[in-house]
Each structure stands twice: as C-alpha cells, then as structure tokens.
DNA sequence: AGTATCATGTAAGAGGTTACATGATTTT
DNA sequence: AAAATCATGTAACCTCTTACATGATACT
C-alpha cells in the first residue's frame, strides 16, 4: 500500500479502468488502436505500472473466470484508485502544465465524466482559457522581440507553435458553450 | 567515440550549439528562459547529456579561457556532430513522427536552417502536410464511429486533438509559400 | 552580512525501451 | 502446417528526476 503517485501513464491506465475492469492485454489494445497512441503500448511499461498501482492499492486484480485456458488478469479500479483519479483530474492548472504537459492536461479533462466530476469542467475550461492567454502573451512578446532575428525555419516553428495555442484557447473557449452557465447572482 | 543515437535533448543540444560554442550553463538558460522550456533545465538531465555527446564524438568541450575563475566548460560542435544532427533533421516524415513525437518534428524544422538545410524545408512541410491529412482521415472516422458513445469530456478532448493537428496542417501549407516554389518542368 | 546568480557536477531511484521467453488458440 | 493473434511477464539497459554538494562573484 504504498503511496507514490502515478505517472502519466498510471493515471491514464485508472482512468481506462473507469468504466469497468479489464486487462493489461486490453488495456494495451487501447494504446494500439486509438488516439490514445501517443502513450507506448509495451508490455514492459504497461504490466509493471500495472503491478505498481496494485501495490499501492489502486486497483485489485483477479485471473478472468470465464476463460479456464490461457491466464487472463482482470484489473479494476479500488475505491482509493477512483478517488486518486478525482484528485488527479480536478487539480488546478498551472502554467507548467500548459508549457509542458498538454497532454496530461487533456487527459485529465477526458476523464472528468468518468471520475464523476463533470461539475468541474467548466471550471477546468475557463481556468486553461486563463493560463492559456497569459502564455500565449509571452509567446508573442518573445517573437515579437527575438522573432526578427531568428533564422526563417526557426520562426516558423515557433509560429507553429503558437498556433496550436491559440488553437487550444479556442478550443477551451467554445467548449464552455457545452456546459451550463453559472448563474452571477 | 561510441555512436549512439542522442535522444531528443541530445539533439536539441546539438541544434543549440549550431550557431556557435556555449556553456552547460548557457544550453541551460535557453531552456528556461525560452519557448524550449519543454525540455527539462536539470543540471542532472543536461551536464550527463552533455558528457554523452562528447564521448560520443559529436561535441568537444574546453574550459573557458576568458575567465580564470570558476571553471566554465565550453562545448563546441564537431565534424560529425553537425553531420549527425543534418541526418536527424532530414529524415523523412513518418506517421509515427505525427502521432507521437510533434515536439521532436518541429525541432527538427527549426534547426533546417542552422544545419545548412534550407532546401529541405519546402520537402519537409510537403510529406509533413500528406502524413498530417492521413492521420485526420483516420481520426476524423475515429471519431465519427467511436464519438457518440464517448462521454462529453471525452469527446471534448478528442475534438481538441483534432483541432491542433488541424492547425499544424494549415501551418504546413501556409509555411509552404515562404519557400521558393520548385518549377515543374 | 545575507541573498541571488553564476557554474558544474554526482548519487539514488524511478520509469521507460527493447528484446526475449513462453505457450495456447484461431485463422489461412 | 504455418502464421497471426491472444496474453502475460522478465531482464538489461538507458535516461531522466530529485536532491544534494560545492564554491565564487555580484548585488542590496
């Protein structure tokens, strides 16, 4: 029962389990066929991360009684793993998070619905449009002010990348649209 | 002299030192005080890199004649270091690239131009456009089947990774026009 | 006198990659 | 009969994170 936290990938596997155990070999399967890509679909990351939330209680395991045959393990989700999860997916966002974990960011926003912390997500949305506008300000004062130096190639690239941020901001801003307001009393 | 590959630090450092020698210290700065500051400024993620690349024949290092004070290692590129990073940065366009390592194709478009490379710009944004409007293909029939049954947040989330790729694709085509068009004969 | 900045490094530990091992079942 | 797929796991290796160590110079 230790408790260390997950990483990326250990919260991305609790998440997977919200709707209902499965196994690594499922689990995996999820890595290989949608656009959950981006995480590896190796035995040897996904198995040991696997043992390692069992050992710190996240989730419990069970060999598949419905196949007597080939050994299949069932995980699924603790109570203590569905409430890390709930942790993990409401915490506020920072600056360091849309500098350099986007991805978690939105992985953490995939699972509110399942975490049962859909009351949060506007919230979470109007939050990233903040950190969002605040970051993109110092992309443009920095192209502005180093941009005219840099060679073409390398200006584009930064470019590139502020494009996607205002993409993301857009994004969190049209979103909000899918929510319901909150009343100003 | 071994020569193994640099992982993306390794090559960001290289890409780094194209314009001329600098410091741990300086490649240290750039991470934190640049839109670079994805990757890690841990002295203990840089100084061993750092030592990597030397052993490995693709930097050398002298210890600052301009102060004789505190030690203040100087790195350089070599020969096969420039060479090793005109490899990297010219390598063709896979799907993998796209669906798991944006980050690392960016940087290798930002470094075309310090590597002597321009040339392959125009190319590089051409394969970078075909992968990118293969992968939407696949995401937006992703989508199309699997959306309706995804929980709001969910699909929220995918929505978002489309729209970014859909912006990289319109900064690959935009980008194209800041290069000489290639005649036709 | 104390804090911030310059500057390089190491040690312990965690987690990921790659490759291998094993073997049953299903498809061709 | 062979190949692909289902299914779990381990071992060696590499790199990164976190934290510590060290000490000079510059600023307040």
């Known amino acids: 029962m230790k408790t260390s936290t997950p990483t990326l990938l250990g919260h991305a596997l609790l998440g997977l389990l919200l709707p209902g155990p499965a196994s690594g070999y499922d689990l995996r399967q999820i890595f290989v066929r949608t656009p959950m890509a981006s995480f590896s679909d190796s035995p040897g990351a996904i198995y040991p991360a696997l043992a390692r939330l069992e050992k710190g209680g996240l989730v419990t395991s069970r060999v598949d009684p419905s196949t007597g045959l080939r050994l299949r393990r069932l995980y699924a989700l603790t109570e203590a793993g569905r409430n890390r999860l709930r942790a993990w997916v409401a915490q506020p966002i920072t600056r360091e998070d849309v500098v350099s974990d986007m991805d978690g960011l939105l992985l953490r926003f995939a699972f509110l619905d399942g975490a049962g912390a859909t009351a949060r997500a506007p919230t979470f949305l ?48 049209r979103s909000q649209a899918s929510f319901p307001a909150i009343e100003t009393p």
Do not use: D
Request: proline share 4%.
């Open 126 to 173: 109007r939050e990233l449009q903040v950190t969002l506008e605040a970051y993109l300000s110092e992309l443009r004062a920095y192209l502005a002010k180093h941009g005219p130096v840099t060679p073409l190639t390398g200006r584009l690239a930064l470019e590139n990348g502020l494009r996607g941020y205002e993409a993301h901001l857009r994004w969190a801003m």
